[in-house]
């Protein structure tokens, strides 16, 4: 079965910084291309951040840009996801995708697997 756990979520402060894993299992994760999106509380799906396979990075969300960065370590089949000083509006569910073919897509609809997703809440 193929799965996409993501874990590092929780509560920070703001200017504060989480780091995001996303883990694959049931299939070797260097074959995909993988993207993080975020969704808040009323709003719609962004994209935020995509590695290819070769570990090229393209940022999507504007207000995280300068702040993040995208690693892949295929040895342990994972995907992080460093965000830094972090903002009140940083707070959504965070999810990690993967693509079967190489290549960045912000389109969610691009992205065949889905984790579940993990919460990060930026509050003092």
């Known amino acids: 079965q193929l799965q996409l756990v993501e874990s590092g979520g929780g509560l920070a402060q703001p200017g504060g910084s989480l780091r995001l894993s996303c883990v694959a299992s049931?299939?070797?994760?260097?074959?995909?291309?993988i993207a993080w999106f975020r969704q808040a509380p009323g709003k719609e799906r962004e994209g935020v951040s995509c590695i290819t396979i070769g570990g090229a990075t393209t940022d999507y969300a504007d207000s995280l840009k300068g702040r993040i960065s995208l690693s892949r370590d295929d040895a342990r089949n994972t995907v992080y996801l460093q965000m830094n000083e972090l903002r009140s509006e940083d707070t959504a569910v965070y999810y990690c995708?993967?693509?079967?073919?190489?290549?960045?897509?912000?389109?969610?609809?691009?992205?065949?697997?889905w984790g579940q997703g993990t919460q990060v809440t930026v509050s003092s």
């Open positions: 995708a993967g693509k079967g073919r190489d290549g960045c897509s912000s389109g969610a609809s691009m992205y065949g697997h």
């Open positions: 049931g299939f070797y994760l260097n074959f995909y291309s």
